[in-house]
């Protein structure tokens, strides 16, 4: 029973380092819309949740939780190449049709930009380093 408090300990301890790095950036947010960055913050704040929410999800530390972010930074880089206007008419004209539909729109009618890539590796960057900070002791957060 005493392991299983500390446990839970430590997964709560886990989950508010998280909420409080997040309620960081979400503040950081809030002064950025005021910048010209403020319009990748999206990104960077997509890569950088979803790089932790995987990492918690697959109870990865270390080097698993690294995977997370690379994956992360990776899926939003790509996404951003396609928009490019040299790439998306190639690919959405490799796919047509239910789901699929739905990406080539998004590549047709989205826009490239260089910032957004950036944006997407500072996030991984910022996952990563959190990931670091955070003691991890291999039980997974719940």
Known sequence: ???????????????????????????????ALLSAFGRSLPTLLHTFTFSLFTAVALRRGGRGG????????????????GQHQHWSAHLAALMHGGLRQQLVNCLLRGTFDVGEMIAAVAGALLAAAVLRWIPYDGGGCC
């Not at 446990?7 to 950081?28: D, E, F, G, P």
């Not at 690294?66 to 190449?81: K, L, R, S």
């Open 66 to 81: 690294y995977a997370a972010c690379i994956a992360w930074c990776a899926v939003n880089v790509v996404f951003e190449v």
């Open 1 to 31: 029973m005493v392991a299983l408090q500390a446990r839970a300990a430590t997964a709560l301890q886990r989950w508010r380092h998280l909420l409080v790095w997040t309620a960081a950036l979400a503040a950081l947010s809030c002064l």
